[in-house]
Every structure is written in C-alpha cells, then in structure tokens.
C-alpha cells in the first residue's frame, strides 16, 4: 500500500475563500490566490509520484474545477479536528496538509515521510503557531486532536499534547496566508 497525501482545501468559490485576505484585496484577488495555490501544490505532488495524492474538500457537495485532475473526496461534517481525524484514519501512513502555504510541497512531504521512519508523527509547524501539515504512521494516539484551540497561537502546542506518548518529528518552520500581511510576505505563489 502506498503513502497517501491528503489536501484539505475549501472548494474555489468566490466570497467563501480566504475570507480574513479578502476583506483587504478583495474576494476576487483571494479567490486567484487561492486557487493558483491550490494548483501549484496539486501538480506538484502529483509529479513526485512516490505518493497517492487526494484532494479533501468542503462543501462536500461543491463542484470544483481546477486545471489539474486529482482524486477528490469529501471532508464531511464536524468541526476542523473531526473532518481532518476522519481523513486521516482511512489510512496507515498519510500526510495531510492545508493549501494556503505557499512553500511548501512535495520535498517537505517526502521528509514527512522519511520521519516516519523513526517517529510515530511529523509535524510541519507554522510560524503562527499552528501547523500546516501532519503526517502518522500507524500507531498513533485514539483522540488525534483532544480540545485542540484551532486557528489560534496554540494549535501545534495543543496537538502535541495528544502525542506526548509517541515520538514525533517536527520539520521546517512554514508561513501560511491567512492575511495581507502575509502574502506580502510570502512571496509569489509557486
């Protein structure tokens, strides 16, 4: 069985993507990003082939349509713990990751899955304080995320906490896009 990489993205639509970026350079300009982002990532871990790639997306029901076809799977109901809990217990080794850093691609999620090799769980952590990718190898905790504060300085800290009895590898220190600030910062998309 081979290694899975999960995407979570929200489906491209206007005026439901990257809502805190678009109040600053319009939802049209959010939407752009958001989708150049989203492809950029696709292609690139599709053109790795050393993993099976899937694009996990909400609303479930939401027709997308991206310039690059990708096996796509609904994230379901619940809040962001349980829809990424859900997605990750289909699998015995997988990486899930968000789609709104642009630096980040296959390279990090092959190392994802080299520390597999010797640790239970990798984490990419995001300088914001929370995390923008998760990779698990089969022995991981039964409640993945607990009372995980998601969207705040204190993600990563919480989830670890679930963890605290596996061996975990952290890997590099990513920005994810969430305001202008930000992408300013992050430079062009890939």
């Known amino acids: ?3 899975t990489v ?9 005026g439901t993507v990257k809502r805190r970026l678009a109040r600053d350079i319009g939802d049209r300009a959010a939407l752009r990003f958001h989708v150049a982002t989203l492809t950029a990532l696709l292609r690139d871990l599709l053109a790795c082939r050393r993993f099976d790639v899937v694009l996990a997306v909400t609303p479930d029901r939401a027709r997308v349509r991206l310039p690059v076809r990708v096996r796509r799977v609904p994230q379901g109901r619940g809040d962001l713990g349980q829809r990424m809990a859900r997605a990750l217990r289909r699998y015995r080794r997988v990486a899930l990751l968000g789609c709104d850093i642009p630096a980040a691609g296959a390279a990090d999620v092959r190392a994802a899955f080299r520390g597999l090799g010797t640790a239970d769980a990798a ?3 995001a300088t914001d304080g929370g995390y923008w990718l998760i990779a698990l190898g089969p022995r991981r905790p039964g409640d993945l995320f607990g009372a995980t504060r998601w969207s705040s300085e204190y993600a990563l800290a919480d989830t670890l906490l679930q963890f605290r009895h596996h061996r975990v590898r952290l890997l590099r220190y990513l920005s994810d896009v969430d305001t202008t600030a930000d992408y300013h910062a992050g430079g062009p998309v890939r």
């Open 1 to 3: 069985m081979r290694d």
């Open 6 to 14: 999960v995407v979570f993205a929200r489906a491209p639509r206007l």
């Open 123 to 125: 984490f990419g952590p």
